[in-house]
């Protein structure tokens, strides 16, 4: 529950002045001297006092807020799905672009925003604590997508490490023995997960899992990552490849090398994204349904928002194996 938050009132008892200059103090307004602004600043901060942006708004004619505005068909599957589950849910649905450092202040100023709930998709492994991220929204309820398994937060998200033992597996069954691997950022939830899930595979047969490069899921830095494991001479038949973007990028990097999908080098990506299907040729993937996801976390967050005494709990999905024509057995 969300306790009673500070009033303008409250702040001018503290600082022991006008209401009136505590709403100067805070729209700041020149006419306020620096010892005054200071003490109402330091009433605010002893407080945890967050201005009424409704307030603000009717006073000054200015939100101060840019909106972008996005065409989602054809944009990104995932964020057109969670908009069309919020909106049959009598939702609105809004967007926030940050940066990684701009996180925990995003979640701080949540309450100020009017917003009833929040879908978080971190950048990186960070806080993995229901209570702390619970303070940090100030009581507003959450769900985040992707984390840590097993962790306490409202979560949805599919088994990675699983995803990347499909895939290992499948290789392995086709009889490739000299396996490559083009990790995501490892200090990302799914990055991490998933190059985890490829070395304890390799690890059950004795294979080798010394042949890594990690990448950053952009297309690029699957091309950069490939021509690295080409230039240390190293000989393998197959490649797990992080995400289907960065697979695109190796499998230029092979194309410029001379070397052939799959006849000469087998690979697998992970996502499934519509791109897939249309590689040439049809890239084997991890298929992760990112409509189902966007709309199971909207749901989940609306029962959170809609009945408080909804059980922190996690909904972990089952990625699975689409094979096409970019692996074949080894022969």
């Known amino acids: 529950m969300r306790s009673k938050r500070p009033t303008l009132r409250d702040v001018a008892r503290e600082a022991n002045v006008s209401y009136q200059t505590v709403s100067r103090v805070i729209n700041d307004h020149v006419s306020v001297s620096p010892l005054t602004r200071t003490r109402v600043q330091k009433a ?9 942006r409704a307030a603000q708004i009717m006073q000054t004619e200015r939100s101060h807020t840019i909106e972008v505005i996005l065409f989602y068909a054809g944009f990104n599957n995932f964020l057109y799905e969670m908009a069309r589950a919020s909106q049959r849910l009598g939702y609105h649905f809004s967007i926030s ?103 304890s595979t390799l690890k059950n047969y004795g294979l080798d899992t010394s042949l890594s490069v990690e990448g950053d899921f952009n297309i690029q830095s699957g091309y950069q990552a490939m021509n690295r494991l080409l230039d240390t001479g190293a000989h393998f038949t197959a490649v797990f490849v992080g995400n289907d973007s960065m697979a695109f990028g190796a499998h230029t990097a092979l194309r410029e090398r001379g070397l052939r999908v799959p006849e000469d080098v087998s690979i697998v990506g992970f996502d499934d994204i519509p791109e897939a299907a249309h590689f040439v040729p049809g890239l084997t993937t991890i298929r992760q349904d990112f409509e189902l996801i966007g709309r199971l976390a909207v749901e989940f967050l609306v029962n959170m928002i809609e009945n408080p005494g909804t059980p922190v709990h996690q909904r972990v999905l089952q990625p699975r194996l689409v094979v096409r024509g970019s692996t074949q057995a080894l022969t």
Do not use: C
């Not at 605010?44 to 009424?52: A, E, S």
């Not at 396996?179 to 997960?193: K, R």
């Open 44 to 52: 605010i901060d002893t407080l945890g006092f967050r201005p009424n």
């Open 97 to 199: 672009a940050i940066t990684e450092e701009e996180f925990i202040p995003t979640l701080e100023s949540a309450a100020s925003r009017f917003v009833d709930g929040l879908i978080l998709l971190p950048l990186t492994r960070g806080i993995e604590d229901y209570e702390t991220l619970t303070q940090l929204t100030d009581g507003t309820p959450f769900v985040q997508i992707s984390g840590k398994t097993g962790s306490n937060l409202p979560s949805v998200m599919y088994d990675q490490m699983h995803g990347a033992r499909l895939a290992a597996q499948h290789l392995i069954d086709l009889g490739h023995r000299q396996l490559a691997e083009i990790s995501g950022p490892l200090d990302n939830y799914d990055g991490g997960d998933r190059h985890e899930g490829w070395v």
